[in-house]
């Protein structure tokens, strides 16, 4: 169930019944639990808020620290702390500080890649959706995501639109020089495809496609996770009888149409491009993979968002707040209009609306109707980063034991999106973790190493 979506609408479902996590007999007991786990962590954040400001004001008062002892060993913390509080606003204090204070920094650069999943970060420049939390930003179409990433960590771009495994791998030093990152938002969920070449249009079962040639956006991908396990589940071993390479997205309809490779597991304007030009359709969308499955992401170093608290907090505000408006379909044409300039994805508009409104030729010489084949909600579930870790190290991107709880925690910004999700007024989970369904297999993020173990087909020893 999407994070917008109405609990009291009867034809949906909250949960698929019992405890998403297994650690308790119910779901009632679930959700009373995660709310307490919640509620702490809101009450430790406020706390860390009151001793910044009560020391700020300590420090000012007593400039050497044997006065402030003397005092306090004279009159004790708690009739310190009163009479402190009588003679300053403590209270106002800490809550002016915790609503954040004037922007470190105004005029930024966000990187991204021309594609609908970065359809917030886009949208937020010519929806002024950036301007009314008081940012200037310059975003920047950018070639691919080892270019997004090299970016980023050079400081060339202050964020980024990034594929939402590439944070967690950036952390754990997959593929690059390990680097504390964050990922406080998620852009899109949905909105992939397996698109093959049109001569391929009577080989549509997986068992006989030994041979073909893929292209994924990046190593580091929902894509390439997401077709190795659909490769896999249908018997053929992704590194032994197919070969996927990575190609940038804005080459891949190219690559089809030079037939260089047979198919693509990418992201869309993609895929509705190729049918468009008439050089592949769509085999299946990934929502029939895995139903709302994150793709891509809003990400930033963990140095921006503690150095520029206030900038990260506008821009993260800003982000969430465009998710919100492109997540409700009758703002979808609109979005298509917005987005469709050559500064942005340099796409016929006819394209962009089949892809966001849902209804689109999948070059069968079929309409389709799939409302939610792209959709938005930005809150990061850890339970994603789990799955995603379980995913590098069954094929052999990281080795040895995974912290995988922590680094989560530590890269997927629950906290950050759940506190200003509430101040865009919107209802985010109260727990940060989930259960959920590929492919017809239940994965419980409680068990990670249970569940890569179950697979026949991986490399992890």
């Known amino acids: 169930m999407s994070t917008f979506d109405n609990p009291f609408d009867p034809e949906r479902s909250l949960h698929a019944g019992g405890c998403s996590c297994g650690l308790h007999a119910s779901e009632a007991e679930h959700h009373a639990a995660a709310q307490l786990q919640l509620q702490a962590q809101i009450e430790s954040e406020q706390k860390r808020y009151q001793g910044v400001v009560a020391s700020a004001v300590m420090r000012a008062m007593f400039p050497r620290d044997a006065a402030r002892r003397a ?6 913390a708690a009739t310190a702390a009163a009479a402190l509080s009588q003679f300053f606003p403590l209270k106002t204090a800490t809550e002016a500080f915790a609503e954040g204070g004037p922007l470190e920094k105004k005029d930024l650069k966000v990187g991204f890649i021309p594609i609908t999943c970065a359809t917030p970060i886009i949208m937020a420049v010519p929806m002024g959706f950036y301007a009314r939390n008081g940012l200037n930003v310059d975003v920047i179409k950018t070639a691919g995501w080892a270019v997004i990433r090299d970016k980023t960590i050079n400081k060339e771009y202050d964020a980024a639109h990034m594929l939402s495994p590439m944070p967690l791998a950036i952390t754990m030093g997959a593929g690059s020089n390990p680097l504390p990152y964050t990922m406080p938002a998620v852009e899109n969920i949905n909105g992939q495809a397996i698109t093959l070449a049109v001569k391929h249009k009577d080989r549509r079962d997986p068992k006989d496609w030994k041979g073909f040639k893929f292209a994924v956006p990046f190593d580091y991908s929902m894509h390439n996770y997401l077709l190795r396990y659909y490769l896999a589940e249908h018997g053929l071993d992704p590194d032994v009888d197919v070969q996927i390479r990575a190609v940038p997205p804005p080459e ?14 990418g992201p869309d304007p993609m895929n509705q491009r190729a049918v ?6 769509i085999h299946i969308l990934t929502k029939d993979i895995w139903e709302g499955h994150p793709c891509c992401a809003f990400a930033a170093s963990k140095e921006f968002v503690t150095s520029m608290p206030n900038t990260y ?12 408006f492109a997540h409700k379909a009758e703002n979808r044409k609109q979005i298509a209009e917005a987005i469709a300039p050559a500064n942005y994805l340099n796409q016929p508009q006819i394209v962009l609306e089949q892809i966001l409104t849902g209804t689109f030729a999948d070059g069968l010489g079929n309409i389709v109707t799939q409302p939610n084949r792209v959709d938005f909600d930005p809150f990061p579930w850890q339970s994603f980063a789990i799955w995603i870790m379980t995913q590098m190290k069954r094929w052999g991107q ?3 034991d995974v912290d995988y709880a922590g680094i989560a925690s530590q890269v997927y910004l629950a906290t950050d999106a759940t506190r200003l999700m509430k101040e865009a007024g919107l209802t985010p989970p109260a727990t940060t973790t989930k259960s959920f369904v590929v492919m017809g297999k239940t994965f419980d993020p409680a068990k990670p190493e249970e569940y890569l173990n179950s697979f026949r087909i991986r490399k992890a020893s």
């Open 252 to 265: 891949m309809v190219a690559n089809l149409r030079a037939d260089n490779i047979d198919g693509f597991l």
């Open 276 to 281: 468009y030009d008439g050089v592949g359709f």
């Open 313 to 324: 907090g506008a821009l993260l505000k800003s982000i969430i707040e465009a998710t919100a």
């Open 398 to 400: 990281v080795k040895g």
């Open 71 to 76: 005092f306090l060993k004279s009159v004790g």
